[in-house]
């Protein structure tokens, strides 16, 4: 069992690191204002935005609405220009013109506990939360992700959701905390704890902190390495629940160029304005016809010169299992593979999926380079998973799926991209939910990225973002020269 950290100590010494960090724009308005309807305003607009943009957006809006009376006045597109380009400004516009009307049955005053505030439009627990401890100085845990990710990195808690650590919190943090937790983390989140590659080597931590689930930045190669892009795979099993655990927030930290996605189980018509939108990316979607199953996606900063989806094979492409952005240069596919499953009922299928795919592979190949991304549902070797003796039998690890592997490696010529940096054993990329594998790190590394031999020579970097968390895999990462 995890040794429980001192929190009090470890808030302490955080607080003190950050105290030259930029305060949390909220925070700053409280204090500048103390005004608790312009920090309910600047709350709802802080979500997904960066800080210095909430900043500029809720000062103009201050110009022409300090109060509700003045904000009725405003039209919906008249808000929509003023808070533009915070991130869902059209959405937020919506909210904030109806918020005069709601506001109108407490006299105009915003309402300091947790359940009325819920009633407004555009206030989820987080706002309310927020509102609640910055604007009346009054208990309650605002958990935005970086608290929600930190709080578990310190095993202090161990749970799935912000929701989820609030309510652990309620119960364990000492209240003095209550208030000032989510600034001190917020910042420190930003700045060094941060969700990709957090600054451990210069951390004040370090030598105290679990480290659960953490990769901490690599210091030479890379990081400076300029011309490249960043790819990221991740399966999310399931988008519309990991859309609740802050998922736009992570993908907006990853600052990737492309992010390809593995089973997000929704048709489009079934995703909120919120995940089809994310400021900067355009989405691409490719879903199962069977509700709920299956299906890929992209984020793409990177316009492609065109978009191909599935295989041209009916049995394989109703379940939405790949998809492609083609660029001047390079083909980029994200692939949910399939699961041999449970009695190994669909092996069959899974190794005519994987020869299918192969072969188109070799296909692209003779016009462009080939990057694939995805859950490939299968552990290469011993060294990819932690029990490999148990599971020759199972789904994943049977001989005939690591004999399709070898072969994808031997015969076609693909580069398994992570093994080219790092050789070392108990590298994975998901874990069971069950017997809380993830903190024991009992796992297995069945997400790549791969490439054509020719394309090796691009290869700068790969790695896992072990900490990453909001779903039972973890995203991969591929660094590629321009
Ligand atoms: S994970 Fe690294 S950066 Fe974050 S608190 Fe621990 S030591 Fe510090």
Redesign the pocket.
């Known amino acids: 069992m995890a040794t429980q950290i001192d929190i009090e100590h470890f808030l302490l010494t955080?607080q003190k690191a950050i105290r030259n960090k930029k305060v949390p724009v909220v925070d700053l308005i409280a204090v500048q204002t103390k005004d608790p309807f312009k920090v309910l305003v600047a709350t709802i607009l802080s979500a997904r935005t960066k800080d210095e943009v909430t900043a500029k957006a809720s000062a103009r809006l201050f110009v022409r609405a300090a109060t509700p009376q003045q904000l009725a006045i405003l039209s919906e597109e008249e808000i929509a220009k003023l808070i533009f380009p915070v991130g869902f400004y059209k959405t937020k516009a919506r909210h904030l013109s109806r918020l005069p009307a709601a506001l109108a049955q407490f006299d105009y005053l915003v309402p300091k506990t947790i359940n009325e505030l819920l009633t407004l439009p555009g206030v989820g627990r987080k706002t309310a939360n927020l509102v609640v401890s910055v604007a009346f100085n009054l208990p309650a845990i605002c958990v935005d992700t970086h608290v929600h990710r930190?709080m578990n990195?310190?095993q202090y808690v161990t749970t799935d959701t912000p929701e989820k650590t609030e309510m652990a919190l309620r119960k364990k943090l000492p209240q003095r905390f209550w208030i000032s937790v989510n600034s001190i983390l917020v910042a420190?989140g930003q700045s060094?704890?941060?969700p990709v590659g957090?600054?451990?080597d210069s951390?004040?931590?370090?030598d105290q902190?679990?480290?659960n689930g953490?990769t901490?930045r690599r210091t030479k190669k890379m990081a400076t390495t300029q011309n490249q892009y960043t790819f990221v795979s991740w399966n999310v099993n399931g988008i519309r629940a990991i859309e609740k655990k802050g998922f736009v927030e992570i993908l907006q930290e990853m600052n990737a160029d492309i992010i390809g996605i593995q089973e997000t189980k929704a048709q489009p018509n079934q995703l909120s304005d919120n995940l089809k939108n994310i400021p900067g990316y355009t989405s691409y979607w490719h879903s199962a016809e069977k509700k709920g199953y299956s299906g890929v996606a992209f984020y793409s900063r990177l316009k492609p010169v065109a978009v191909h989806y599935g295989l041209g094979i009916e049995k394989f492409d109703c379940e939405g299992r790949v998809l492609t952005l083609e660029f001047d240069s390079f083909y980029l596919l994200t692939i949910y593979f399939p699961n041999a499953g449970e009695g190994l009922k669909r092996l069959d299928y899974k190794l005519q999926f994987n020869n299918a795919l192969e072969k188109h592979c070799k296909q692209l190949e003779k016009k462009k380079d080939v990057i694939l991304c995805g859950d490939f549902n299968v552990a290469h070797k011993e060294i990819d998973l932690k029990n490999p003796k148990n599971n020759v039998k199972n789904a994943g690890f049977t001989p005939e799926e690591r004999r399709w592997m070898d072969g994808f490696i031997d015969r076609a010529d693909y580069i398994d991209t992570f093994r080219m940096f790092n050789q070392e054993p108990e590298q994975y990329s998901w874990w069971s939910y069950r017997f809380n594998a993830r903190s024991k790190n009992v796992g297995w590394r069945i997400d790549y990225f791969c490439v054509n031999k020719n394309a090796e020579k691009k290869v700068l970097d790969a790695k896992i973002l072990q900490?990453v968390m909001g779903s039972d895999h973890c995203p991969v990462v591929l660094n590629y020269a321009q």
Do not use: D, Q
């Not at 951390?203 to 370090?206: K, Q």
């Open positions: 955080v930190i990195i310190w420190f060094i704890c941060r957090p600054l451990c951390c004040v931590l370090t902190c679990p480290k953490v901490p900490e």
